[in-house]
C-alpha cells in the first residue's frame, strides 16, 4: 500500500495548510455500523460527535498547543499546530483534548476508539474544481494511526486511547510520558491512556470491570446459542 494515501474529509472549522512533522489522534465512533441501521440513531450520534468535538476543538484555539481536526463520517482526525518545541507538552495537550471529547460523548453513550500516532503531515485545504471542492491529508502520521484504528494488532476496543510507539520524538519515552501524564500504561507495541479514570492507581480496577464486560458479552452470546440447540 503506498504511503501516501490521501482522504477527503468535511471541516467543522476552517484550518490553515498544514504541512510539518506532529501528533495525530484518529477517532471512530464504535459500532457505528450497527447504528447505521437506524437512520435516526445514526444521524444523531453523528450529531453529537461533530458539535462536541468543534466544542472542544473551540476550546483549545487560543492555546498555545492548538488542537484542529476534520471529520468524515463517523471518523475524525485531530492534529496539534504549535509554535513551541516541546514535543511532550504537544502530545499531553492532544491527549487532554481526546480525554474531553470522549468523557461528553460518553455522557450520550457513544464510545471512541483513538490511535495515535508521530510523523509528517501533509494538509492541503479548499483545492477548488468547477462544481468540487475538497480537502486533501496525508502523510505517514495520518496513515499509521488510521492503520493501527483499522486493523492495529492487538486489536483496539471501544473507549480505548493508544499512542503508537514507533518513529516518537526521541525526548519521549515511558518514563517522561508517565511523569507528563501518570495515567499511561506501556505494552509492547503502544502506550496505553486511561482517559477514563482519575489516577493512575484507579486503572487495574477498571481493566477488571473491563475484561469482566467482555466475559458477560460473551457469556450472553453463549446462552442464546444454546437456547436453540434441541
Not at 484504528?149 to 519515552?173: A, F, H, V
Not at 477498571?206 to 446462552?223: T, V
Request: glycine content about 4%; proline content about 2%.
Amino acid at each position: 500500500m503506498s504511503k501516501k494515501i490521501i482522504a477527503n474529509f468535511y471541516l467543522i472549522m476552517p484550518i490553515d495548510n498544514f504541512f510539518d512533522n506532529t501528533f495525530v489522534a484518529f477517532c471512530d465512533i464504535s459500532g457505528f455500523k450497527v447504528m447505521m441501521k437506524n437512520a435516526k440513531a445514526a444521524e444523531k450520534a453523528l450529531d453529537f460527535f461533530y458539535s462536541i468535538s468543534y466544542e472542544t476543538l473551540i476550546e483549545t484555539q487560543n492555546l498555545v498547543n492548538k488542537v484542529e481536526g476534520l471529520f468524515v463520517s463517523d471518523s475524525g482526525i485531530l492534529f496539534i499546530r504549535s509554535n513551541t518545541s516541546d514535543k511532550l507538552e504537544h502530545l499531553n495537550s492532544l491527549l487532554k483534548t481526546v480525554q474531553i471529547i470522549n468523557k461528553r460523548l460518553l455522557e450520550q453513550d457513544l464510545m471512541l476508539t483513538t490511535s495515535i500516532s508521530y510523523g509528517a503531515l501533509n494538509y492541503q485545504g479548499k483545492l477548488e474544481f468547477s462544481g468540487i471542492e475538497k480537502n486533501s491529508i496525508y502523510g505517514n502520521a495520518y496513515l499509521n494511526a488510521f492503520l493501527d484504528n483499522e486493523r492495529g494488532t492487538p486489536r483496539i476496543q471501544p473507549g480505548q486511547c493508544r499512542i503508537i510507539k514507533s518513529n516518537l520524538p526521541d525526548e519521549i519515552d515511558e518514563i517522561s510520558l508517565q511523569n507528563k501524564e501518570p495515567r499511561i500504561k506501556s505494552t509492547n507495541k503502544h502506550y496505553y491512556f486511561f482517559w477514563m479514570v482519575d489516577a493512575v492507581e484507579e486503572i487495574e480496577g477498571f481493566e477488571s470491570k473491563y475484561l469482566d464486560s467482555y466475559q458477560l458479552k460473551y457469556a450472553g452470546m453463549l446462552k442464546a446459542l444454546k437456547s436453540n440447540l434441541v
